[in-house]
């Protein structure tokens, strides 16, 4: 007889994880975000960049309560848990240029790899695209991982420090429900399509604490998979593709194909490239925008450095026009082209001479 295996406590939690992120997706888009974005992290941290006028796109501009949300959960959890460990001093500089590199080509694409999940179970074949080149940039981050790369080690901080993040985050939210004429709002476009401020709040706080518990990670998945066989990291955007596809089918929210797709582009080249980019780098990183949020509600102060990188690539890619275009005739522009190219290039270096370095101390 073939012996069943039970699935382990952390595949359950990471599963029912995957499950509350389709669930929640599916809920929030419902009640007002943009289709096929009712969860990105790459996207919300760009519209809050906007919202705080750090860029002057004026259709993603809105300071989004999901990021928020995802990082009180966290933080919250992880004081139940004892888990609440603030730390940091593991190469915050190169970190910080790591979180701008993924974000600038995440932008590429338009959206993180959470979206790239999302827009795949809504029928985007842009996502399969950009899947492919995910985990062909995870892979060759793996490979650097065996040849010794790592950003070394953090230090214990206080719990003044760990409690920034958080903290930055409360603040955020008094500004949007009590002084919201000190932000911007987009009245047109991506921006303005929102869920209400307590339902985003809520889902997220949700999410958040069941990725503290969970560890959810997109690219850590994969990741595991080529270094160690194992599944459970994985199960968890599994999960979350195929219940937010049963989700569409049974709405009629589903749409097979490459065009006509809400907030995307039919740019097969780059949407594989810059995703190369973003899953290279976030295996450099250790965890994927998703992973850097949830970090920082724990304390991890090198994660919230990634995080501003990542506020600030957001930035960067809309003053300079690097983000993609939406529509069927639309795509990368020349800049982020240049961009993506570079990224992989400065990727590159960077991993092969701190490989480098590890292999000659060892």
């Not at 860029?55 to 928020?68: D, L």
């Not at 492919?132 to 995870?138: K, L, P, S, T």
Request: net charge positive.
């Amino acid at each position: 007889m073939i012996e069943k295996r039970k699935l382990s406590k952390e595949q359950v939690l990471i599963i029912i994880t995957g499950a509350v992120i389709a669930a929640g997706t599916a809920l929030l888009t419902h009640l007002g975000n943009p289709k096929n974005m009712g969860f990105c992290i790459a996207c919300f941290i760009r519209d809050i960049a906007g919202g705080m006028r750090f860029h002057n796109a004026e259709v993603v501009q809105y300071v989004r309560p999901e990021i928020m949300g995802l990082v009180l959960g966290s933080f919250i959890m992880a004081l139940i848990r004892g888990d609440f460990k603030p730390r940091s001093g593991s190469s915050p500089v190169i970190r910080f240029v790591l979180g701008a590199i993924v974000m600038m080509c995440a932008l590429v694409f338009l959206g993180c790899p959470l979206r790239m999940i999302i827009r795949l179970a809504g029928g985007d074949m842009n996502a399969f695209i950009a899947l492919i080149g995910f985990v062909g940039g995870i892979f060759v981050g793996t490979l650097f991982l065996k040849r010794g790369f790592s950003l070394g080690r953090a230090e214990k901080k206080s719990v003044i420090e760990g409690g920034i993040a958080p903290s930055i985050q409360v603040i955020l939210l008094i500004l949007l429900i009590a002084v919201p004429s000190l932000l911007a709002f987009s009245a047109s476009g991506p921006g303005s399509m929102r869920a209400p401020i307590i339902a985003s709040l809520l889902v997220a706080l949700v999410i958040g604490a069941l990725a503290e518990l969970s560890r959810m990670c997109t690219a850590g998945g994969i990741r595991d998979l080529f270094l160690t066989k194992d599944i459970t990291l994985f199960l968890g955007p599994l999960t979350t593709f195929v219940v937010l596809l049963i989700i569409n089918l049974a709405s009629g929210n589903f749409k097979f194909g490459f065009l006509n797709q809400p907030i995307a582009h039919p740019d097969h080249l780059w949407n594989l490239l810059s995703f190369v980019a973003v899953g290279f780098g976030s295996v450099l990183l250790g965890g994927c925008p998703l992973r850097q949020l949830i970090l920082a509600g724990e304390g991890n102060g090198d994660s919230f450095i990634t995080v501003l990188g990542m506020f600030t690539g957001a930035a960067i890619s809309h003053n300079f026009k690097f983000a993609g275009v939406a529509g069927n005739n639309g795509g990368a522009t020349t800049g982020g082209k240049i961009v993506v190219i570079l990224s992989i290039v400065v990727l590159l270096f960077i991993a092969y001479f701190i490989s480098s370095k590890n292999r000659k101390e060892a």
